[in-house]
């Protein structure tokens, strides 16, 4: 096994087969955890995006004004000690929400590269939008539809699995095996065709800053960092690329990553919901790396937007906010979260096209 890449991945793929089913047993015996604290507050975010045809001071007030009532909300949060009895989604819902972000097929898993259509929002509005990346894309999708519908625009949605959007060298060892596997250069080949062809007046990228030695072992040689040359240079030609379409280009910053499995911390800590609160201060998110990879976007004629404020405040980035789970599991936010980021989402959208 240990000489073979392939035999190595088949063999890993029938443990993680035996584990799901060896996992779901406890599942149907053991009644899922339930919040038993007071009712908590929705969060309902009142600002919104400029209207069309409005100034970029305009656009950039309208973001501020939408990001400052998100700060209000989480910082009202961040005291929340148990768990609340009307918690959205329920703890147990890990499976609904990666079926959310799988639907209709807009996120492709390893083996698949032809993207379907998946497109959302007004489909015959004189606007396109398009989202892509890995499933940190994907999980924006709720939230872009909604804003979509909002704002008239017309939205296709085009994300793989553990696909970095950026072309990265892979490891000498696994590149065919890779490729074969995952098929990232097809499947990124097939949405830049469909992107030329496609036209957008906007093009939002999002995507993992996991790949490496540190997550996805098989991009990048060994000893691979967050932000390493390798990656700014990777998402700057991606960004240089996607401005040839003609597209305004918005690269979302990355989210704070949980402590951990945020359903499973919950559950543990029904009582102390403060201990699964994330740092603000992780270097994924701000320090050299993340001011390099902002530097490269925008010197590759791009726009860059930091989202920490959308999940933390100076302090902690709590699990919670108003009665919304923020993430459900070690990365992904939940339908519902993205949901709530709506505003922000069309505020940002619309910042990005007033520059057009």
């Known amino acids: 096994i240990r000489d073979s890449a392939r035999n190595s991945l088949l063999l890993g793929g029938a443990a993680t087969a035996a584990a799901v089913v060896v996992g779901a047993v406890p599942l149907v015996a053991i009644p899922a955890p339930v919040g038993h604290g007071p009712d908590a507050t929705p969060v309902t975010i009142t600002a919104g995006p400029a209207p069309v045809g409005s100034s970029v001071s305009a656009h950039e007030q309208a973001v501020q004004a939408v990001f400052a009532q998100f700060q209000t909300a989480i910082a009202e949060s961040v005291g929340l000690q148990v768990v609340p009895s009307n918690l959205r989604p329920p703890l147990d819902s890990q499976t609904e929400q990666i079926n959310s972000i799988r639907t209709h097929g807009c996120l492709l898993l390893p083996l698949q590269a032809d993207q379907p259509e998946c497109i959302a929002g007004d489909p015959a509005a004189s606007t396109t939008v398009a989202l892509i990346g890995d499933s940190r894309a994907a999980m924006?999708?709720?939230?872009?539809?909604?804003?979509?519908?909002?704002?008239?625009?017309?939205?296709?949605?085009?994300?793989?699995?553990?696909?970095?959007?950026?072309?990265?060298?892979?490891?000498?060892?696994?590149?065919?095996?890779?490729?074969?596997?995952q098929r990232c250069t097809e499947w990124r080949d097939q949405i830049t065709a469909r992107l030329n062809a496609e036209r957008p007046q906007l093009i939002v990228?999002?995507?993992?800053?996991?790949?490496?030695?540190?997550?996805?072992?098989?991009?990048?040689?060994?000893?691979?960092?967050?932000?390493?040359?390798?990656?700014?240079?990777?998402?700057?030609?991606?960004?240089?690329?996607?401005?040839?379409?003609?597209?305004?280009?918005?690269?979302?910053?990355?989210?704070?990553?949980?402590?951990?499995?945020?359903?499973?911390?919950?559950?543990?800590?029904?009582?102390?919901?403060?201990?699964?609160?994330?740092?603000?201060?992780?270097?994924?998110?701000?320090?050299?790396?993340?001011?390099?990879?902002?530097?490269?976007?925008?010197?590759?004629?791009?726009?860059?937007?930091?989202?920490?404020?959308?999940?933390?405040?100076?302090?902690?980035?709590?699990?919670?906010?108003?009665?919304?789970?923020?993430?459900?599991?070690?990365?992904?936010?939940?339908?519902?979260?993205?949901?709530?980021?709506?505003?922000?989402?069309?505020?940002?959208?619309?910042?990005?096209?007033?520059?057009?």
Request: glycine letters at 10%.
């Open 140 to 181: 924006f999708n709720a939230g872009f539809q909604r804003a979509a519908e909002q704002q008239h625009w017309r939205l296709l949605m085009m994300s793989k699995a553990a696909c970095p959007i950026a072309n990265l060298p892979l490891t000498p060892r696994f590149n065919t095996l890779t490729e074969d596997f």
């Open 205 to 356: 990228v999002s995507t993992a800053r996991l790949y490496g030695a540190d997550g996805t072992g098989v991009f990048q040689q060994p000893g691979f960092d967050r932000y390493d040359d390798a990656w700014i240079r990777g998402l700057a030609d991606t960004v240089r690329q996607l401005r040839g379409t003609g597209a305004q280009v918005l690269v979302l910053g990355p989210i704070p990553d949980p402590i951990a499995v945020a359903p499973n911390c919950l559950s543990d800590h029904l009582d102390d919901v403060a201990v699964c609160a994330a740092s603000p201060s992780q270097s994924v998110l701000s320090g050299p790396g993340a001011r390099a990879e902002r530097n490269a976007v925008e010197a590759s004629g791009g726009h860059y937007a930091a989202l920490t404020e959308l999940f933390c405040t100076a302090a902690a980035c709590p699990p919670i906010i108003g009665n919304t789970m923020v993430y459900y599991d070690g990365g992904h936010i939940t339908r519902e979260y993205s949901e709530l980021l709506a505003p922000a989402i069309a505020a940002l959208g619309g910042l990005a096209l007033a520059h057009g």
